[in-house]
């Protein structure tokens, strides 16, 4: 798959993020949360990747959700999820292979926007450890198709890799020559799932539609995504497949 340029800037939703209260506050009040309208899993390993400026914090509901529901959820070690994306794809590949060796079987990644870029990538790099990519709200058509606010905080984040990799100038652009661009791209090996949102206000959604994917659709904002009920009956679907 060839990656799109990003189209006309986009101001995005950010007031309609400010949600993400009220999804964590229905997902805990739901049967979903308690395990009792899903389908449960029989082991099944799955890696968390977080998305930009986040770590895996972000994600501890959904892991520990996992793992009530039957799976092995595994974090990625990921504390601020900022630097070089070939850098961070590299030290993946090796907790990827670290779960894999110790489940003794491929593993589902689970990536919340930017990480669901990174798993992608990680995904194409070491196809035969990997059984899935689930990507949550990923601009995974046009990496850098987010709103105008989002986009500044990731210039801000290249001027600070800039500073400490003055060699390379296109770190976090569609222009890094890093094999991490070859890799997002690449045509998917592992199933490929987006779940989306049209509400998303940070990530344009029709970039989380890309034509080697399966696309799901739900409703909500962009940060809900890992706190959000109907992503998680939707999740526990996907992740009982053969």
Do not use: K
């Amino acid at each position: 798959m060839r990656e799109l340029p990003p189209p006309v800037r986009w101001w995005g939703h950010p007031l309609g993020e400010a949600r993400v209260h009220l999804e964590l506050a229905r997902l805990l009040a739901s049967d979903t949360w308690r395990g009792g309208d899903v389908p449960h899993g029989d082991g099944d390993p799955v890696l968390l990747v977080p998305g930009f400026l986040a770590g895996d914090l972000t994600l501890a509901v959904l892991h520990d959700w996992l793992r009530r529901v039957g799976h092995r959820s595994y974090r990625s070690g990921i504390s601020w999820n900022v630097d070089c994306s070939e850098a961070v794809v590299r030290r993946l590949d090796r907790r990827l292979t670290e779960v894999a060796e110790r489940a003794g079987a491929p593993v589902t990644l689970v990536g919340h926007s930017r990480g669901g870029l990174l798993a992608r990538a990680l995904a194409a790099r070491s196809p035969e450890r990997v059984c899935r990519v689930v990507a949550l709200g990923s601009p995974l058509a046009s990496q850098l198709d987010a709103s105008v606010l989002t986009l500044a905080a990731v210039g801000g984040a290249r001027v600070a890799q800039n500073l400490v990799r003055p060699h390379r100038p296109h770190c976090l652009t569609v222009r890094c020559p890093c094999p991490f661009g070859g890799d997002l791209v690449a045509p998917a090996a592992p199933p490929l799932v987006s779940i989306w949102s049209a509400e998303d206000g940070i990530v344009r959604p029709s970039s989380c539609r890309p034509d080697d994917a399966e696309s799901i659709e739900v409703r909500g904002s962009h940060i809900g995504l890992g706190v959000n009920v109907e992503v998680y009956r939707r999740l526990a679907e996907v992740l009982v497949r053969p």
